[in-house]
T-cell receptor
Framework: EAGVAQSPRYKIIEKRQSVAFWCNPI?????LYWYQQILGQGPKLLIQFQNNGVVDDSQLPKDRFSAERLKGVDSTLKIQPAKLEDSAVYLC??????????FGPGTRLTVL | QKEVEQDPGPLSVPEGAIVSLNCTYS??????FMWYRQYSRKGPELLMY????GNKEDGRFTAQVDKSSKYISLFIRDSQPSDSATYLC???????????FGTGTKLQVIP
């Protein structure tokens, strides 16, 4: 079974630039999550999709972050404009059930 | 006060030791408890998943939940250098509720 795919793996941008991350979940997984993991911290949920509907986006900074899940499969997360404090690893996860989450390798973002 | 507290470590033990990793939490609604292992520059990987109080064993790993004390533990027996990683506890109240993670404990097993 193929795992969760994410791209790019690494991205370096300057503050105020925009950036987009892509996630392809495990086939058949209805739930998709985007997390932000700052160095030395646990993952923090940004947004949770059930199929192509949003279940929870309470911690998504909506003035600069946006996410969509196309046709209930792939998803993109965008940051525009980026700030220095957005430097983190962005993890995508998918789940066939309500708790068993499978994580991708993450995208490491550095904002200069 | 954070909802989930976890000692960040680092924790350094000799190969073969028994390791105890712990988390405390404040939200009494939490019923599902998970432990993830995260190797450097990788995504977290689910190790153990338990519901409510009690113990669950899987090979060298044992997860323990004490809801009355709001305390969960992960024990690793006969620790191996390959167990060197960051261990994250995670929990939620069930259904499709948000999962809250601890900050992770970095473990190093020395050969």
């Amino acid at each position: 079974e193929a795992g969760v795919a994410q791209s790019p793996r690494y991205k370096i941008i300057e503050k105020r630039q925009s950036v987009a991350f892509w996630c392809n979940p495990i086939s058949g997984h209805a739930t998709l999550y985007w997390y932000q993991q700052i160095l030395g911290q646990g993952p923090k949920l940004l947004i949770q999709f059930q199929n192509n509907g949003v279940v929870d986006d309470s911690q998504l900074p909506k003035d600069r972050f946006s996410a969509e899940r196309l046709k209930g499969v792939d998803s993109t997360l965008k940051i525009q404009p980026a700030k220095l404090e957005d430097s983190a690893v962005y993890l995508c996860a998918s789940s066939p059930t309500d708790n068993e989450q499978f994580f991708g390798p993450g995208t490491r973002l550095t904002v200069l | 006060q954070k909802e989930v507290e976890q000692d960040p470590g680092p924790l350094s033990v000799p190969e073969g030791a028994i390791v105890s990793l712990n988390c405390t939490y404040s939200n009494s609604a939490f019923q599902y408890f998970m432990w993830y292992r995260q190797y450097s520059r990788k995504g977290p990987e689910l190790l153990m998943y338990t519901y409510s109080s009690g113990n669950k064993e899987d090979g060298r790993f044992t997860a323990q939940v004490d809801k009355s004390s709001k305390y969960i533990s992960l024990f690793i027996r006969d620790s191996q250098p390959s167990d060197s990683a960051t261990y994250l506890c995670a929990m939620n109240s069930g259904g499709y509720q948000k999962v809250t993670f601890g900050t992770g404990t970095k473990l190093q097993v020395i050969p």
